[in-house]
């Protein structure tokens, strides 16, 4: 028998008064985390020369904990500030002829999008959008964008999407694309944490942010590059590891740059082993979905059918009568009015809040923000 685990929030310095319900976010860093943190920025003060000296060794022992936790190849993994450098680094390396395509779906993060654009400015490429439903199952999904992959060079696709909280058939699109000699690009900035071995599945790159529900400090990202890309991947900084033919190194000192979070990331990953994470993610998914469903019958709206759906995020819909182009100035009331954090999605037309679970959370967080959305809703 699974014993039901309890809220852990004395973990975090998160605010009591607030309903902490957006941790797909910005994450939360945990309070032991915060104090290596503190302890690590001491150390720097007290002798900058003598911290610098030894920040190659430091890294090298978080960047092969933050691998080994993704379980993939250290020799191919490094350390980037977030998923959105990870994907610009990767469209750098890529060749991508003029008039070819980069390929992207209409989940994808409104970076990445703006990353992709870019490229394709420069290259004299064009970036071709698929339409994939919010309720399409895996076999429609890879059908629509195999459908899209003439004259692709690369495919950049969620493996979780923010905007949707929808889980991405990932193996089944690298199989795809790589049977027609297109690129994939996985933007996994979701995936640490809540799918297993998320850069398993053979793509060329793959990045994604230990920031969200890893908890580590933000600006803590994992790059993870196919073998036959390592000599040509570059750090978007050009810094003294410049010409270091080890891709990890190439990217892990980049100049006078604060290290602290990177050095203090795997101590985030022994708070989840505290908290029994794989337990828990399970136990979250379970709360997310009740609580989605009490919030949904607050507003008389519904909970979005996904076919995959994230394990600790679900898309409740908002009414009709709400201006989703305010949505901004809605999160913004609803933190100030109701001292409760959520974020606002927009999909095809339709407006979500987007709510998470992580191990702070309990079912009284959502209950006591079905009782005070309405007032603002």
Known sequence: MVTVLSPRPDLWTLDPGVLHLNHGSYGGVPRRTQDLMAALRAETEANPMLWFRSVAARLTASRLALASYLGTDPEGFALVPNA????????????????????????????????????????????????????????????????????????????????????????????????????????????????????????????????????????????????????????????????????????????????????????????????????????????VDEGARVVAKALGTGVAEIARPAATMRLVEVPATVDLTAGEALKERVSRELKAEITLTGFDGRGFIRLSAHAYNSLRDYELLAERLPTVL
């Open 84 to 287: 959105s450098a990870g994907i610009t680094a990767a469209l750098a390396t890529l060749p991508i002829p003029a008039g070819s395509r980069i390929v992207l779906t209409n989940h994808a993060y409104g970076a990445v999008r703006y990353a992709a654009e870019r490229t394709a400015r420069a290259r004299q490429a064009d970036v071709v959008v698929v339409d994939v439903p919010l309720e399409a199952d895996d076999e429609t999904v890879v059908s629509l964008i195999s459908a899209a992959l003439d004259r692709a060079s690369v495919l950049v696709v969620d493996q979780i999407s923010s905007a949707t909280a929808m889980v991405f058939p990932i193996a089944a699109l690298v199989g795809a694309c790589h049977d027609r000699g297109v690129a994939v690009v996985v933007d996994g900035a979701h995936a640490p944490g809540l799918i297993d071995a998320p850069a398993a599945d053979g793509a060329d790159f793959w990045t994604g942010n230990f920031h969200k529900w890893p908890a580590s400090p933000r600006a803590t990202a994992g790059l993870v590059v196919a073998e036959k890309w390592r000599p040509a991947t570059l750090p978007l900084i050009v810094s003294w590891s410049e010409y270091d033919e080890r891709l990890p190194e190439r990217f892990d000192m980049q100049g006078t740059y604060d290290y602290v979070p990177w050095i203090a990331a795997p101590e985030s990953l022994r708070v989840l082993a505290e908290v029994q994470w794989p337990v828990r993610r399970s136990q979250l998914s379970d709360l």
